[in-house]
């Protein structure tokens, strides 16, 4: 949980740099910097019929707070960011997973990743070296030397989609189809990676009640919409 001065520091340093004459937008940074005090000091909440007042971090799923926290992080991670910029490797984060490359020792990279850790006591890291991790719902893989790419389920993760048998109107079900195919199709780096996952949406949609009609016709209409019925097999 990040401090409130070291996140109101982080938040004067980051406006000071994108500023133009001290001034964003119609707001100086000090108005900025004191409205973001207004907001950490009177942050309270109720619990057990009595009221307390946060004095530390702030509230959870609040705008602000998120944006606070990617403006730290974002100070944070500049090293690490400079360090794979200059070998050329990938660096990407949302809001606190962080995914990278490296053609480094094991043992360079733990080196690496510890230092980062040791630099803020209010950021704590774990890492996952492989060559094959999870990054928020990709999976994503090197296979001899090519990147590899598919949709990532955790395995308590149930086949739930919206029930056929609810009482939205029918064009929801409709799109519940063609969102789960587009994202199949974002996420998957080949064919034969994405007719696997098809066949999990198809089962999905079947364990919720949509009639095989239905969902033939929806996937028809998905691959037609893309100009792919080529590689669509019922």
Not at 3 to 8: D, F, I, R, V
Not at 34 to 41: G, K, M, Q, S, T
Not at 60 to 68: I, W
């Amino acid at each position: 949980m990040i401090p409130k001065g070291g996140a109101l520091d982080g938040l004067y340093r980051f406006c000071t740099k994108h500023a133009t004459e001290h001034t964003i937008g119609s707001l100086t940074v000090n108005t900025i910097i004191r409205l973001a005090c207004l907001v950490l000091d009177t942050n309270c909440f109720l619990f057990d019929n009595k009221y307390y007042k946060q004095i530390r971090g702030g509230a959870m799923g609040s705008p602000f707070t998120m944006t606070l926290a990617n403006i730290y992080m974002h100070e944070w991670e500049q090293s690490l960011i400079q360090h794979q910029h200059e070998r050329n490797e990938l660096y990407g984060r949302y809001i606190d997973d962080i995914f990278t490359t490296s053609n480094e020792p094991v043992e360079t990279i733990i080196a690496l990743l510890d230092r980062e850790n040791a630099k803020d006591p209010n950021i704590r890291i774990s890492y996952t070296i492989h060559d094959s991790v999870e990054f928020l719902d990709v999976l994503i893989g090197n296979i001899q030397g090519q990147l590899k790419t598919s949709v990532f389920r955790k395995p308590a993760a149930e086949p739930y989609i919206l029930p056929y048998t609810s009482d939205h109107p029918r064009h929801i079900h409709s799109s519940t189809i063609h969102t789960a195919l587009l994202r199949d199709v974002r996420l998957c780096s080949d064919v034969e990676t994405f007719d696997q996952e098809r066949l999990n949406i198809e089962i999905a949609l079947l364990l919720n009640g949509y009639p095989p009609k239905f969902i033939s016709h929806h996937f028809k209409q998905f691959f037609k919409t893309y100009n792919a019925s080529s590689i669509y097999q019922d």
